[in-house]
């Protein structure tokens, strides 16, 4: 890690009166999730609606690996997150995350641009479930579990499958916050697709500062202010530190 950077960084964000904060993957991995989407967990949402054993077959791996999402603990990169939108001012964190972390880490403003598998959506009514609501009517033997309001069986949660476009809001949202922002932090994100992959463009447009820490290098590297290369959690808890320390100096 750039620990010059890390402290320029550190007092990039002192300066600033509305930072955004873009997460993604990389944040998961440190809280021991693996890449559960990249396993073929979501099936494409025609056969999905379509076939009855597609959606059999979608609720026994999420019964499988739902227990790792929900147990899963804040890595030292959400805690940071969450302190400093307590100490500072930080505005809004966008994830593409789905597992509900930066949530259990106790931030508040929280946009899910993927939304969350830790809830179920009826799509023939709209009625809300936990995850865990309905996975226990498969632990009850349901194959496919059913609506209680309507009966349908078409239950999922509302992350995109294959074949359907991202939740519209949070992308609304996230535009909208990001062009109000003056700093954009994005941390362990991918930024190799759209809409994303346009967030560091847009903020550079509008004079917006932007950092990237990340493992990864990316397309957006040459074009933003500063790159940290290493572990979020490292980089994220020294900023942290920095920004308090200087709290309680002066
Ligand atoms: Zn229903």
């Not at 403003?109 to 936990?130: A, F, P």
């Not at 069986?153 to 359907?164: I, M």
């Not at 020294?238 to 709290?247: C, S």
Request: with cysteine.
């Amino acid at each position: 890690m750039e620990m010059d950077v890390a402290g320029t960084v550190a007092e990039w964000i002192q300066q600033s009166t509305k930072i955004v904060v873009l997460t993604g993957d990389e944040l998961s991995s440190e809280s021991g999730l693996s890449d559960y989407l990249g396993l073929g967990l979501n099936p494409h949402i025609r056969d999905f609606r379509e076939n009855k054993d597609v959606r059999a077959d979608y609720w026994k791996k999420l019964k499988e690996i739902y227990p790792s999402i929900f147990n899963a603990e804040p890595s030292p990169s959400h805690l940071a997150l969450a302190e400093l939108e307590m100490i500072g001012s930080l505005d809004c964190i966008f994830t593409q995350a789905t597992d509900g972390l930066h949530h259990k880490a106790g931030s508040n403003s929280v946009i899910e641009l993927n939304s969350s598998m830790l809830w179920v959506t009826c799509t023939s009514c709209g009625k809300d479930y936990s995850t865990d609501e309905v996975l226990s009517l498969v632990e009850k033997g349901d194959e496919i579990p059913k609506c209680i309001e309507c009966g349908s069986d078409q239950l999922k949660p509302p992350v995109s499958f294959p074949g359907q476009p991202p939740p519209h809001w949070e992308t609304r949202e996230a535009w909208i916050r990001l062009h109000n922002a003056d700093l954009f932090i994005i941390v362990g994100a991918s930024l190799e697709h759209e809409p994303v992959a346009s967030f560091p463009f847009l903020a550079k447009e509008r004079d917006t500062k932007v950092v990237i820490i990340s493992e990864n290098q990316s397309p957006a590297d040459d074009f933003v202010d500063a790159v940290i290369y290493g572990k979020p959690s490292q980089v994220l808890t020294y900023i942290a530190d920095k920004i308090k320390q200087g709290i309680t100096i002066t």
